[in-house]
């Protein structure tokens, strides 16, 4: 019987565009091997790629990974819905169009698809999206590589055996270790809603407002309920939002 390869991977970036990072495990057998990297002027969607292209790339290597991709397949888990919407979906009609979004315009970012729709061919691929902040162990470990690279702070990253990891990394269930679950956070009140429209980022008082600040709007828009000081911190980190 055939193992998975199971790989977690997460993106950030300092302004969006600004300083920014990607993290990256990949789990063979009792193996994991963690791995990152920098760009000085990026953008989160950016990172979100090259964190699963780097992953993908290592697991192409032969002299890293000793697998038959015939019979392998490959878990990617990423709380990126760009990353797992564009690959499984738009990818087909961005190639059928010549590359060019419905609206006719050129697609962001067509370099890195590029990237990502070549090192997939051959393998048996199952794209995860999973909860950000949500307590995933192998999320949050990705997130912190990520962010430590964008900050261009120091981060040792883990090459070794399963046995000798300290994260729980095949748990998926989150258990609450960071944040309260959506369920949870639905019955709590609000403190403020987010909204961020083509990059502006806004703060609103009810739900009302930030519908109406993104109803209608097509392209990369996010809205999200904040249900503390705290929260709402994490969500700005989340959106690759340093100070606003």
Not at 137 to 146: K, M, Q, S, T, V
Request: net charge positive; aromatic share 8%; proline share 2%.
């Amino acid at each position: 019987m055939k193992k998975n390869i199971v790989i977690f991977t997460d993106g950030s970036s300092r302004g969006n565009p600004g300083p920014g990072g990607f993290g990256a495990i990949i789990v063979e057998d009792d193996k994991v091997r963690e791995i990152g990297g920098r760009e000085n002027h990026t953008t989160n969607n950016r990172m979100e790629l090259m964190a699963v292209i780097k992953a993908l790339e290592y697991v192409s290597d032969p002299s890293q990974i000793k697998i038959q991709f015939d019979g392998t397949r490959i878990v990617v888990n990423t709380d990126s819905a760009y990353v797992v919407n564009g690959i499984t979906k738009w990818v087909y009609g961005w190639q059928k169009n010549n590359w060019k979004t419905s609206e006719k315009q050129d697609v962001t970012n067509k370099d890195l698809w590029e990237k990502l729709i070549s090192v997939s061919k051959g393998k048996k691929i199952i794209w995860n999206q999973i909860s950000g902040h949500s307590g995933i162990p192998g999320n949050e470990r990705c997130d912190e590589i990520a962010t430590s690279f964008a900050d261009d702070e120091k981060v040792e990253l883990f090459d070794g055996k399963v046995s000798d990891y300290e994260i729980d990394i095949l748990n998926l269930k989150g258990d609450g270790i960071k944040k309260i679950s959506k369920k949870t956070n639905s019955k709590i009140p609000a403190y403020s809603y987010l909204s961020l429209v083509h990059g502006v980022f806004k703060r609103h008082k009810d739900w009302a407002s930030c519908e109406k600040e993104v109803k209608g709007i097509k392209g990369n828009i996010k809205f999200k309920k904040a249900i503390s000081e705290e929260d709402e911190r994490e969500i700005k980190k989340e959106w690759g939002l340093k100070k606003v």
